[in-house]
């Protein structure tokens, strides 16, 4: 598949430019993953989470790549206030980064990610969105809102090869591989272990009498990836919520592959971010979003049926 003649131009110079960097990126983290020199920084902005020189070098490096092709955006950094970039003081396209997501895994050589999600704030919903993997053969996930309209997702692997991301068969509960991001102990894995209901039904046998559900661990938006992949079936987020450079990106990749987000309330999250003016974008950086992501309506329902929240 020729994605030239399929993604818009702002989409493929947005996932090269994640490329470049993430082959910049590669050898610093297994670098510090051979060494244990992790280069720690003082994290002032969300003291519970690792901060580290390569996030801060992605920050810079996505800032100033990023402005070779776009003349004019908000920069919305997870590692900084938002801020505007270029000579229009209110341009239209806001570009949210998270620049190192599960960085302690990251430096450690095992796990990476690296999102960057585009919203246009006339439209009010995102126009590309670019998940990059750095470690694994699958390379980039990517939305995009394309020449006619239409938004459509791909899974990008190392040598080049796309693939549609479209809507898989529906599945039960109890045939699924839901993920959770359960790292932290007190904080997500009790909270997790004390869903009764919801292991129950996962657990619950077929009519060979065996039980095929699973829970698993993933990660911010790429856990969304792999469900609009078709690698997992779900991902439940009940405990602590996920922050907008979580959850946007896979969001949207998600939502083009015809996937469900829901809030806990059934309510379906609109892609609409109410990223409006500068204050509205700061504001958007401090809340968390509980949900359940579905390759499905029917599977995201019946696990809303099985928790108690």
Not at 127 to 155: E, K, L, P, S, T
Not at 163 to 176: F, K, W
Request: with cysteine.
């Amino acid at each position: 598949m020729d994605l030239d003649e399929t993604l818009p131009r702002l989409a493929r110079k947005t996932i090269g430019v994640v490329d470049i960097l993430m082959s910049e990126l590669r050898p610093k983290l297994i670098g510090a993953a051979l060494t244990g020199d992790i280069g720690e920084s003082e994290n002032t902005r969300h003291h519970d989470n690792l901060l580290t020189v390569h996030d801060l070098w992605m920050h810079e490096r996505y800032r100033d790549t990023l402005s070779q092709y776009i003349p004019s955006f908000i920069y919305a950094s997870e590692e900084a206030e938002p801020q505007i970039i270029g000579g229009d003081p209110n341009p239209d396209l806001c570009v949210l980064v998270d620049p190192l997501d599960t960085s302690e895994l990251a430096v450690r050589g095992l796990l990476g990610y690296t999102h960057v999600m585009i919203y246009s704030r006339s439209l009010r919903r995102p126009v590309v969105a670019v998940i990059g993997d750095i470690y694994h053969h699958i390379r980039f996930y990517v939305a995009a809102r394309c020449d006619d309209g239409q938004d459509r997702a791909y899974a990008i692997t190392s040598d080049d090869s796309h693939h549609p991301l479209t809507p898989r068969a529906a599945r039960r509960l109890s045939e699924s591989l839901v993920t959770n991001f359960l790292m932290r102990g007190t904080e997500r894995l009790l909270p997790l272990c004390r869903q009764s209901r919801f292991i129950e039904a996962l657990d619950e046998l077929d009519e060979h009498g065996k039980s095929r559900g699973r829970i698993g661990v993933d990660f911010g938006s790429v856990s969304l990836c792999h469900v609009a992949a078709g690698f997992t079936e779900a991902v439940v987020e009940f405990a602590k919520g996920f922050a907008i450079w979580d959850l946007a990106p896979g969001h949207y990749v998600l939502d083009a592959a015809g996937g469900t987000v829901l809030d806990l309330t059934g309510r379906p999250l609109p892609l609409d971010y109410n990223l409006d003016s500068l204050d509205d974008i700061a504001k958007a950086m401090n809340p968390r979003q509980t949900f359940v992501a579905a390759g499905s309506d029917q599977l995201a329902r019946e696990i809303l049926l099985s928790l108690d929240v």
